[in-house]
């Protein structure tokens, strides 16, 4: 394929998710900022792609525009895992990972798109000969920080069929709210975005193991820090995740060995060909992914499909908040804790034209 052009389209669109708007991200988080990518080719061809944006949409888009976009149009490209590493290698001198992968993994992921509506088939079929054709959700809770909320929100996405949830919990009192509010039979984890100490992780790791939880996420600072990772895992006994800030499988190289599960983001990590490249290591050494899903944009579209596609990605990350327009109101949202794969050409997505409109960013 030779790409003729390259849109940028910049969104904000504002949620909600009954929390107090802060402990996730850096800053309180009200809108989903998104670097969307329409690249065409030469015959005509669109293919859709993002590359992680919050709070840092600019900086994403800037990385595009001036770094990654003039190496792309008018390029002729046929082995797209192989153009990509072409990109990171004649980009490593911006720093290998961050805000330059994250538009990396846009291209990437608008290329798979094209690569699969120019064969006529779904993406997941692309990458598969059989792939599933709807893959199981888990319900990804945000931070409340109090046991009565905790309570109220698990209860209801159990009412509504997903059998593992995950919490954003920190403080234990929250985490046990979560846990006997599921009741038996409903798989509870927690994300602790890196909240805890060493200290405090050896202490909340004894506790973890006693509710019994799936898994442990991001427990401590550094999350790169594979052997120490590893090592709360093996002293503790509890499954450790770990992923989704990690990029390429160079880094996924030194924490699959470590943990049970890891968590490729399609929009941060190098976009579908690091994912799939990940997906395939982790597979070898005989472990489970647990994709981070990059919320609603294409980059939430591309991971429905490689999980569909990968046997060994387990369950899909569906994020609970409600934003208040979808980019492509025909999104594969969970129901009964499951996602049908879209089985149209390409990775799926088609924006709304109207939405593009009301939310756009100047
Ligand atoms: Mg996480």
Same mark, same amino acid.
């Given at each position: 394929m030779k790409i003729r052009t390259a849109e940028i389209i910049r969104l904000s669109i504002p949620f909600t998710d009954g929390s107090s708007g802060v402990g996730l991200m850096p800053q309180q988080w009200t809108h989903l900022d998104v670097a969307l990518l329409k690249l065409t080719t030469e015959d005509g061809v669109v293919g859709w792609g993002d590359g992680f944006a919050y709070h840092c949409a600019g900086a994403t888009i800037a990385a595009l525009q001036d770094m990654v976009l003039p190496h792309v149009v008018g390029a002729e490209i046929d082995d797209i895992p192989a153009f990509n590493h072409l990109l990171q290698k004649r980009l490593h001198l911006h720093g290998r990972y961050g805000i330059t992968i994250f538009a990396i993994s846009a291209v990437d992921t608008a290329l798979w798109d094209i690569a699969a509506k120019q064969q006529g088939v779904s993406l997941a079929r692309l990458l598969s000969d059989s792939p599933r054709p709807s893959v199981p959700a888990?319900?990804?809770?945000?931070?409340?920080?109090? /046991?009565?909320?905790?309570?109220?929100? %698990?209860?209801?996405?159990?009412?509504?069929?997903?059998? %593992?949830?995950k919490l954003h919990e920190i403080a234990? $009192?929250?985490?046990?709210?979560?846990?006997?509010?599921?009741?038996?039979?409903?798989?509870? %984890?927690? $994300?602790?975005?890196?909240?805890?100490?060493? $200290?405090?992780?050896?202490?909340?790791?004894?506790?973890?193991?006693?509710?019994?939880?799936?898994?442990?996420?991001?427990?401590?600072?550094p999350p790169d820090d594979a052997a120490t990772l590893g090592a709360l895992q093996a002293r503790h006994g509890v499954s450790i995740a770990s992923g989704e800030n990690a990029c390429t499988l160079t880094e996924f190289r030194r924490t699959i060995p470590?943990? $049970?599960?890891?968590?490729?983001?399609? %929009?941060?990590?190098?976009?579908?060909?690091?994912?799939?490249?990940?997906?395939?290591?982790?597979?070898?050494?005989?472990?489970?992914?647990?994709?981070?899903? /990059?919320?609603?944009? /294409?980059?939430?579209w591309a991971t429905v499909q490689v999980t569909a596609a990968k046997p060994n990605a387990e369950l899909f990350e569906f994020f609970w908040i409600q934003p208040e327009a979808f980019i492509d109101p025909t999104i594969p949202t969970p129901v009964d804790g499951r996602i049908t794969v879209p089985d149209r050409p390409g990775i799926g997505f088609e924006p709304d034209p109207d939405v593009l409109a009301k939310y756009r960013v100047a």
């Open positions: 888990y319900a990804s809770l945000v931070r409340y920080g109090n /046991p009565e909320q905790v309570a109220a929100f %698990t209860a209801d996405v159990v009412a509504r069929g997903y059998q %593992t949830v234990l $009192d929250c985490i046990q709210a979560g846990v006997e509010a599921a009741g038996s039979g409903v798989r509870v %984890t927690t $994300d602790v975005n890196c909240n805890w100490s060493l $200290d405090e992780a050896h202490r909340m790791m004894p506790e973890m193991k006693r509710l019994g939880l799936y898994w442990v996420e991001e427990p401590v600072f470590m943990i $049970d599960f890891v968590q490729p983001s399609v %929009t941060k990590v190098g976009g579908v060909s690091e994912a799939v490249a990940i997906c395939d290591a982790a597979a070898e050494a005989g472990k489970r992914v647990m994709p981070h899903s /990059p919320y609603f944009g /294409p980059g939430y």
